[in-house]
């Protein structure tokens, strides 16, 4: 290992130590019992917030082989699952993202049956718009007929696809591409290639038309994750594929200097937001490692990575999260949303951080796979005139330092003969006057001669 090599390895180990240090102590913040009563912070409840915040703690403990936080997790599920029954709506669904995995874990048929209930549902009675699309609808007492958000594609497409994967349920995959791509057509933006948070079927508008950074994060994390479950069991259309690397692209442009991207995606005037920025990066690096994104996106990853670290407190609290947010009557309006601690910021903090751990071994695998490519695509023939272009650049410089080794031989000689003739002529009157002068005084002279040599 060289010396270079060897210092980025121990960088990134350093690096590795201190993302783990902090996601324990964002586990921890999480499951303190003194937000009990905070919207934001109180885990124990079932909807959208304590959903995404137990999707991340599952990422990390099977991400980093924690059992303390799996047990958790069955915990909370035999703790909360009463306050489900009933309760059928979008935003509701989330945290059932989890079962798949809790029932590879346990072997608990309690889990996937309930599972296959809820997705049963939503196929055959959760409501849609007139495109199709699910209608999204939440826990609070206030209705968004026919609209579409993008937050329904993390909070209920996503189960869909992990329980297909658990299944083999070709119908199941067959529904969370179709909902995935509807939602990508009704929702981006032909002219950025960004996502507006909202789609109104009966008024036939993007309401607001903002590019809320939440929104775009919902989704670029969670394609990767979709195409993952349910690959192998449908086909995935060019158009998914061809709309989610648009919708990256504009998110990259769109990233703020100091790595992270703004509330409105659009508005560099508007203030930064923790839990987009987060979501969004990892979404890059789960499409990278899938083979989604090119390799040039672990740039725009790092980038947020480096911005949101200063924002996780002493303590595990993550800073710069704005609140829960419908579609907002304005595009200003989304700037005046409060900022606060919340499950759903926490989380997605965590599943960045937990995908980050192995950036440095991904980042060094990717450099080895372009490098063996490199040279599989130079073929035999290029190969042979290299290995050519050698030999003769090897027979001309030795044949080369031959003739000069040569000249040099021969104008050495006949400046060591001609030097020799000259000194014989001016020693040979030197000697006799010497010789005289000795015959004449005894004394000899002498001579001395010095020689110097860096949502």
Known sequence: ??????????????????????????????????????????????????????????????????????????????????????????????????????????????????????AAWMLDTAPRTREGALEHTVTEAVEFPEQVWADTVYMAVLFLARLAGLTGDQELAAAAVQQTLQHLRLLQDPATGLLFHGWNSRAGSHMSAARWARANAWVALAVPDIVAGTGSLTAIPQELYSRYRRLASALRQAQGAGGLWHTVLDRPDYYEETSASAGIACGFLKAVKSGLLEDAYLESAEAALAGILPLIREDGEVQGVSGGTPVMPSIAAYNTIERYPALYGQGLVMQLLTEALDLGEMKHRLERQEHEERQEHQGPEEHEERQGRQEDQGHEEHEERQGGQEDQGREEHEERQGGQEDQGREEHPERQGGQRRQEQSEGIGSLNVEWEAGG
């Open 1 to 118: 290992m060289s010396a270079k090599q060897e210092s980025e390895a121990k960088r990134a180990a350093g690096r590795k130590r201190e993302l783990e240090a902090k996601l324990h102590k964002i586990f921890e913040y999480m499951r303190l019992e003194r937000h009990q009563g905070n919207w934001g912070m109180d885990i124990n409840h079932w909807d959208w917030v304590p959903g995404v915040g137990v999707i991340s703690m599952l990422e990390y403990g099977t991400g980093t082989g924690q059992d303390e936080v799996t047990d958790y997790l069955l915990h909370w599920v035999n703790r909360n699952k009463q306050k489900a029954e009933g309760v059928r709506v979008i935003n509701s669904l989330a945290p059932y993202a989890v079962f798949p995995e809790l029932y590879r874990l346990t072997g608990d048929p309690w889990f996937l049956s309930r599972a296959q209930e809820v």
